[in-house]
Nanobody, 121 residues
Framework: QVQLVESGGGLVQPGGSLRLSCAAS????????MGWFRQAPGKQRELVAFITTSGVTNYADPVKGRFTISRDNAKKAMYLQMNSLKPEDTDVYYC???????????????WGKGTLVTVSS
């Protein structure tokens, strides 16, 4: 079994910053691509940022230039530095990872339970 646990969410004023973390644990042979998604009530979950094993990144247009995704493969962790936050960034943020079990080449997608980010004055 694999667990992804997000942390770092909270309440921040517009223009402020937060750093989200995602820690992976369990039966992990290899972590492939990892990503951050967000979802507001009644809306579809949407991609925020994605990072490959080698560190190639991709961002959704609304967060380009403000958010930075990174990962530490040794620690099995991923981060999202969020700067210049806006009220429209308010959402539950989810960690996503493609995990390959030990001694296999089969990857499965796992999700964390989410962490709430609220941007409000």
């Amino acid at each position: 079994q694999v667990q992804l646990v997000e942390s770092g969410g909270g309440l921040v004023q517009p223009g402020g910053s937060l750093r989200l973390s995602c820690a992976a644990s369990g039966n992990i042979g290899r972590l492939n691509g990892m990503g951050w998604f967000r979802q507001a009530p009644g809306k579809q979950r949407e991609l925020v940022a994605f990072i490959t094993t080698s560190g190639v990144t991709n961002y959704a247009d609304p967060v380009k230039g403000r958010f930075t995704i990174s990962r530490d493969n040794a620690k099995k962790a991923m981060y999202l530095q969020m700067n210049s936050l806006k009220p429209e960034d308010t959402d539950v943020y989810y960690c996503n990872a493609n995990v390959v079990a030990p001694a296999t080449n089969v990857g499965m997608i796992y999700w964390g339970k989410g962490t709430l980010v609220t941007v409000s004055s």
